[in-house]
């Protein structure tokens, strides 16, 4: 039936995975999310390219680039400092840390090397200037409601919450 084929005013459930260049999963969503296909819902331009066209059931792999996901790395958010200077709870790759700038805003911080004395903590995204793969499953699609259309949401989900 051609009314489950994505496209612009459809609602899209799917489940998806971020893989890294390496196939490492990056992030899942194993609970269908979903959004509103064409109603400027955030979802990355490429992966809604990508959808389009498509039905529940299928698999849909979206490759991205730096540029049009995660963006570049920024190097003002990379630290270098001596481990010494570190607490011991953070002396450990992938340790997490939270900072807050200026301007109010957190950033996370993880450890992404360790040696010669010295650590390292990146705030950009694990995926900033590398490529990745969006592997998405659909799982339902249908009509869109007014308010669906303007929100960019299915309204059993609502709009993301902001922390």
């Known amino acids: 039936m051609s009314n489950d084929i994505i496209t612009a005013g459809k609602v899209v459930f799917m489940t998806y995975s971020v893989l890294a260049e390496d196939g490492r999963v990056m992030g899942q969503q194993d609970m269908p999310t979903g959004y509103v296909h064409g109603a400027g819902s955030g979802l990355f331009q490429e992966i809604e390219a990508g959808l389009e066209g498509h039905r529940p059931g ?20 990379i630290i270098v400092q001596e481990l010494d200077d570190v607490p011991p709870p953070y002396r450990k790759l992938g340790a997490e840390a939270e900072f807050q700038n200026e301007q109010g805003e957190v950033v996370t911080f993880r450890v992404v ?4 004395g010295k650590i390292t ?10 490529n990745a793969t969006c592997v998405v499953d659909i799982v339902s699609v249908r009509d869109a409601t007014p308010d669906e259309m303007q929100s960019g949401f299915p309204a059993e989900q609502g709009p993301p919450k902001l922390h």
């Open 113 to 116: 090397e360790i040696a010669d």
């Open 121 to 130: 903590l990146d705030g950009n995204h694990p995926l900033a200037g590398k």
């Open 58 to 77: 299928d698999r849909v792999e979206v490759a991205m680039t730096p540029e049009n996901a995660f963006g570049p790395s920024d190097p003002d958010l």
